[in-house]
């Protein structure tokens, strides 16, 4: 075998294994990926009245007080869902410092909290993605008396719907217990529909 | 719950290892599996295609092969790259802001063609689908495949004695592709568009959310790259948010499979080294030194992440560290991910680390520093812990007095030149460029989000990243210039193709010798001691390289809280 053989074969591999693994292989996945799960696959959309609202797992930004509300985010000018990262600062600097201030602030503020009330980590800081769509059960808990009072209902009830959605860890050993926010804000919607004014 | 799923993990990852070990070996050894039926006329078809006969090569040969297919594919993918923007299919061009330049070309085809998957760019801000899956999935295939056939080569100069040879590369290299990467990759894609990884070619999603405010949604064939980008032990991302994005890493099912896809074929490849030497305790004892790194790492960065950040102490907020993390996967998941991501030569990252804490940070820079022994890169994590275990064995040789051997190998002056020059490989490209880009205002232009000592290491981290194949970032380091293009993608050619030569050309010397006979004066290559040696001399070496560098970087800036 000459240099010239194996630089053969590398060129003529080259373009038969990307046939293979680039061209067959997704194909093949898409046949049966597609006919198996194809609510998944188109990206778990959720519609309502015939729009699309958004996905079951991208977050969306919440600010009016008759809803629960997202974490902060980083992605764009906020839960952009085409342009997806987290702040990156270190925790010495001072931008992340400020951000993390103005955050527990204002979420003492909307929930009519004392101002040296504790203030969960996930509500006061930004996520990775920017686009995450869940907060933790005690952030969601200290959300109710706002979305009950604007919605003129009992703690109570809000209650038993954040509880329904509430997961655990999955398979019982993975991951955090969370709240999705839009999946619990489509049920309180539903459950007690707002009269839009 | 998360000390419960950190155990389970481990547990999954050593006893996977060896059955998984004993397959590999059986393919590699082509012996009959169960696949062959369905594979071998494949194989046939492909080296027929190839014209190649399956002849023995010898380690000169076998490298020149990896050499040139490792050259094409890059081409390749640099051509790709460079005619993209007129492929046909989404997005739309609205959304590719991100300009494909000459340096981000070369950057990307030699990053994904090393397994390094470094990414200057955000992929749904840059990349056609088409590119991503023909250029990019087929890249993560190739490139894993070649790693693990490489892998694979070096194991047989310890497993021949009088062999001229160390096998074919071709053979190797769709072996590897059909019998093991090809078949679980399509299974695990699978599994995760059960989960919610979306596989289609659709354009931007526009919402109207609940709110009634506007929602535009990256999409793509998200589910053809997840898999296989971890099981090849690439880790470059579909967007930019990587494994942190909720379409990229939608569970903690998925997570958690992502994590042991990275894992469990290097762990299994000590096993297939023990089994194809005759030697299968040899094979244990690397294993468990590796899992005593991983385990170390864990344990310090779960504490630095776990406490409540003392930068945040005034302001009465509790919870650990939460910035740049994800609830679903909350502390547990996101620093495993971060210990399984740097030790498996991985960039899939779950968690921003540039948000860490310097001690959690510390953790995933010091496992790549290592030189990505504690399981690392398919094929390739293997001869970098044998490699330090050769100074393991020269450093045991000097403390009895005899020419030092490891497993019937004697290490000898030409032996002993080439497993230092490895050695010192890392150590001088990290440093130098590190120096370099802290010396330039070329390099120091990249410092936009974080400065001082945290900024230092964001450079260290980079080069580090980039010299280990693991393509993972502190992403506050803007590296999209020519500069941090360039100086990277030179990093990720010494750390692929400089560390590959030499591992081959020493196997093609153990190759060569004979097996030389276990005597009293030997030490053992299969004992406890041997592996306690190991493990000190990964941690002296490490050390002795990088302690400089690490007190500019991650611990004076643990110091100043």
Redesign the interface.
């Known amino acids: 075998m000459t240099l010239r053989d194996h630089l053969r074969t590398a060129f003529v591999s080259v373009i038969l294994l990307t046939l293979l693994t680039g061209c067959i292989f997704p194909l093949v996945l898409f046949a049966f990926g597609r006919w198996l799960y194809p609510t998944q696959a188109a990206g778990s959309l959720v519609t309502g009245k015939g729009v699309v609202i958004g996905s079951r797992l991208i977050g969306q930004d919440f600010i009016r007080p008759e809803y629960f509300h997202s974490r902060p985010s980083a992605a764009g000018n906020g839960y952009d869902g085409t342009s997806s990262g987290g702040t990156n600062f270190g925790l010495s600097n001072r931008k992340l410092i400020e951000g993390v201030r103005q955050s527990a602030e204002a979420y003492r503020k909307s929930n009519g909290l004392p101002p040296d009330a504790i203030v969960p980590i996930d509500a006061a800081t930004r996520s990775g993605s920017g686009l995450d769509p869940h907060i933790s059960p005690t952030n969601a808990e200290l959300q109710i008396a706002r979305v009950a009072r604007t919605r003129g209902l009992d703690e109570g009830a809000v209650r038993r719907l954040v509880a329904s959605h509430t997961e655990g860890p999955q398979l019982g050993f993975l991951g955090s217990p969370r709240v999705s926010v839009l999946e619990l804000n489509l049920a309180l919607d539903q459950a007690f529909p707002l009269i839009r004014r | 719950?998360r000390w419960?799923?950190y155990i389970?993990f481990l547990a999954l990852v050593v006893g996977l290892a060896w059955p998984v070990g004993i397959y590999l070996a059986c393919v590699f050894q082509r012996r009959p599996t169960m696949l062959d039926p369905a594979l071998r006329p494949i194989e046939s078809l492909?080296h027929r295609?190839?014209?190649?006969q399956g002849?023995e090569m010898t380690a000169g040969?076998y490298t020149?092969?990896f050499l040139?297919?490792s050259?094409?594919?890059t081409a390749?993918l640099f051509v790709l790259l460079l005619i993209q923007r007129w492929l046909p299919g989404g997005p739309a061009d609205r959304?590719l802001t991100t300009p494909m330049t000459l340096d981000l070309a070369i950057n990307t085809a030699i990053s994904f063609s090393t397994t390094t998957t470094w990414q200057a760019y955000?992929g749904?801000?840059t990349l056609r689908y088409l590119t991503q899956?023909?250029?990019l999935?087929?890249q993560n295939?190739?490139a894993g495949a070649a790693g693990l056939a490489i892998g694979i080569a070096f194991i047989r100069g310890f497993s021949r004695e009088r062999a001229a040879t160390i096998g074919n590369f071709?053979v190797d290299?769709?072996r590897a592709?059909l019998w093991v990467l090809?078949p679980v990759?399509?299974a695990g894609?699978?599994v995760l568009?059960?989960?919610?990884?979306?596989?289609?070619l659709?354009a931007?999603?526009?919402?109207?959310?609940?709110?009634g405010?506007l929602?535009?949604?990256?999409?793509g064939?998200v589910?053809?790259l997840e898999f296989i980008k971890n099981l090849g032990t690439n880790g470059g991302g579909f967007?930019?948010?990587n494994g942190?994005?909720?379409?990229e890493n939608?569970?903690?099912?998925v997570?958690?499979l992502a994590m042991l896809a990275i894992a469990v074929l290097p762990a299994s490849l000590t096993i297939t080294f023990g089994r194809m030497i005759g030697r299968p305790r040899a094979g244990s004892i690397l294993l468990a030194v590796m899992v005593v790194l991983f385990a170390g790492g864990l344990v310090l960065c779960d504490y630095a992440e776990a406490a409540?950040?003392p930068?945040?102490a005034d302001?009465?907020?509790?919870?650990?560290?939460?910035?740049?993390?994800?609830?679903?996967?909350?502390?547990?998941?996101s620093v495993l991910a971060a210990v399984v991501t740097s030790n498996g030569a991985t960039g899939s990252y779950?968690?921003?680390h540039?948000?860490?804490?310097?001690v959690g940070v510390l953790v995933p820079l010091v496992n790549m520093l290592l030189g990505e022994v504690i399981f690392g890169g398919l094929g390739t994590g293997l001869y970098s812990m044998i490699m330090i275990a050769l100074v393991a064995v020269f450093l045991g040789g000097l403390m009895i007095g005899r020419t030092p051997e490891y497993l019937g190998k004697k290490i000898t002056a030409a032996e002993t030149r080439l497993t230092i020059l490895y050695a010192l490989l890392t150590p001088a490209v990290v440093l130098v460029l590190t120096g370099l880009a802290i010396a330039t205002n070329a390099g120091r232009a990249g410092l936009v989000?974080?400065t001082?000592?945290?900024g230092f290491t964001e450079i260290l981290f980079a080069y580090a990243s980039s010299m280990a194949n693991n393509g993972q970032n502190?992403?506050?380091l803007n590296a999209s210039s020519v500069f941090y293009n360039l100086t990277t993608a030179v990093a990720m050619l010494a750390g692929r193709f400089g560390l590959a030569a030499l591992a081959l050309a020493l196997a093609g010397r153990f190759a060569a010798q004979r097996r030389w006979p276990t005597t009293s004066g030997t030490l053992p290559g299969d004992s406890a001691l041997f592996g306690a040696l190991v493990l000190g001399t990964i941690l002296l070496v490490g050390a002795l390289s990088f302690l400089p560098a690490l007190a500019l970087g991650p611990i004076a800036?643990a110091l100043?809280?």
Request: glycine residues 10%; aromatic residues 10%; contains cysteine.
């Open positions: 719950m419960l799923e389970v492909l295609l190839f014209r190649t002849q040969v020149l092969c040139l297919f050259a094409v594919s390749g959304y955000g749904e801000n899956v023909v250029g999935v087929s295939f190739l071709w290299l769709v592709l090809l990759a399509l894609s699978l568009v059960w989960q919610g990884v979306p596989l289609n659709a931007y999603t526009e919402a109207r959310t609940l709110e405010g929602q535009t949604i990256a999409q064939p589910a053809a967007f930019n948010a942190a994005h909720p379409y939608p569970t903690p099912l997570n958690f409540n950040p930068q945040l302001l009465h907020v509790a919870g650990g560290n939460m910035e740049g993390k994800e609830v679903r996967f909350g502390i547990g998941d779950n968690s921003m540039d948000s860490y804490q310097p989000t974080n001082g000592t945290h502190m992403a506050g800036e100043q809280h």
